[in-house]
């Protein structure tokens, strides 16, 4: 029951932090868009897609087309099997 608990203050702990970090992104990309804006220029402040992030969706991309292309092949075999009977 105590190792519950001590899990419990740790993981409100670290979602009491992420929760902190998040605001602080959000009012550090505030202050910027304000200062562009004094400036006279535009930023783009959307997070950009990691390599990892990229190859994981090339991937899904990748696995989802052999699936279809799996499925294409197996109605023509199916077709012709049914033909030839």
């Known amino acids: 029951m105590a190792y519950d608990k001590q899990l419990d203050i740790k993981f409100r702990h670290f979602k009491n932090r992420i929760l902190e970090l998040e605001k602080a992104a959000e009012a550090q990309d ?3 868009r304000q200062l562009a ?3 006279g ?3 783009d402040l ?3 897609l990691t390599r990892e992030e990229t190859a994981d969706l090339e991937r ?3 696995s989802t087309h ?4 799996d499925r294409e092949i ?4 199916e077709e012709s099997n049914r033909d030839e009977s």
């Open 74 to 77: 197996i109605a023509l075999l």
């Open 41 to 43: 220029i535009e930023i």
């Open 37 to 39: 804006e004094k400036v």
């Open 60 to 62: 899904e991309e990748t």
């Open 30 to 32: 505030r202050a910027l």
């Open 46 to 48: 959307e997070r950009a």
């Open 66 to 69: 052999r699936v279809r292309e």
